[in-house]
T-cell receptor
Framework: GAVVSQHPSWVICKSGTSVKIECRSL??????MFWYRQFPKQSLMLMAT?????????EQGVEKDKFLINHASLTLSTLTVTSAHPEDSSFYIC?????????????FGPGTRLTVL | GENVEQHPSTLSVQEGDSAVIKCTYS??????FPWYKQELGKGPQLIID?????GEKKDQRIAVTLNKTAKHFSLHITETQPEDSAVYFC????????????FGRGTSLIVHP
């Protein structure tokens, strides 16, 4: 149980285009989803926390107009990288939280490799 | 906010040896400590977790210990195998609280056959 999927697993796009990444909790409802960015050989950098039906909370330094997050349902959150540039190339990982009185366990998706040419 | 320190950054062992990764945290309110394994090109996978009301938890070859007084917790892997090679992350958070989990910087474990 507690499977999180991401789509696509990798994407290559031209500079200036927008890219949408989907994150789905397959067998549970996730009231909270997190979006992370990871550079090679580095830790996970939290970008934003997304709660179903409300606006995402962005971490300091993360441009909310550039990284649009939509958490439209309890099983789906999307991250759209708008007007992508080469410096946006990275590994993007989402996670979903199984909320409960004694759990709050976080499960991660397999990640999406974004390459901007 | 919470601050998690993880050591070592790289750990190289021979197959069959034990490996220990240590983490310290700063906020005494944290009460949930998960460990994740990340293989190259994949997302982190939860391998074991421990809550503050428990001092030790074991699952086959992996175990986690927690010392709340000292605010540190450790991951122990016994009888290491080449497939254990990966990056391991520790994290600390407050269950049910408003603050988000804080991750360590990761430990690259290399198990030589």
């Amino acid at each position: 149980g507690a499977v999180v999927s991401q789509h696509p697993s990798w994407v290559i796009c031209k500079s200036g285009t927008s890219v949408k990444i989907e994150c789905r909790s397959l067998d549970f409802q996730a009231t909270t989803m997190f979006w992370y960015r990871q550079f090679p050989k580095q830790s996970l950098m939290l970008m934003a926390t997304s709660n179903e039906g409300s606006k995402a909370t962005y971490e300091q330094g993360v441009e909310k107009d550039k990284f649009l997050i939509n958490h439209a349902s309890l099983t789906l959150s999307t991250l759209t990288v708008t007007s992508a540039h080469p410096e946006d190339s990275s590994f993007y990982i989402c996670s979903a939280e199984v909320a409960g009185a004694s759990t709050d366990t976080q499960y991660f998706g397999p990640g999406t490799r974004l390459t901007v040419l | 906010g919470e601050n998690v320190e993880q050591h070592p950054s790289t750990l190289s062992v021979q197959e069959g040896d034990s490996a220990v990764i240590k983490c310290t945290y700063s906020d005494s309110a944290s009460n949930y400590f998960p460990w994740y394994k990340q293989e190259l090109g994949k997302g982190p996978q939860l391998i074991i977790d421990i809550r503050s009301n428990v001092g030790e938890k074991k699952d086959q070859r992996i175990a986690v210990t927690l010392n709340k007084t000292a605010k540190h917790f450790s991951l122990h892997i016994t009888e290491t195998q080449p497939e254990d090679s990966a990056v391991y992350f520790c994290a600390a958070r407050l269950i049910g609280g408003s603050y988000i989990p804080t991750f360590g910087r990761g430990t690259s474990l290399i198990v030589h056959p």
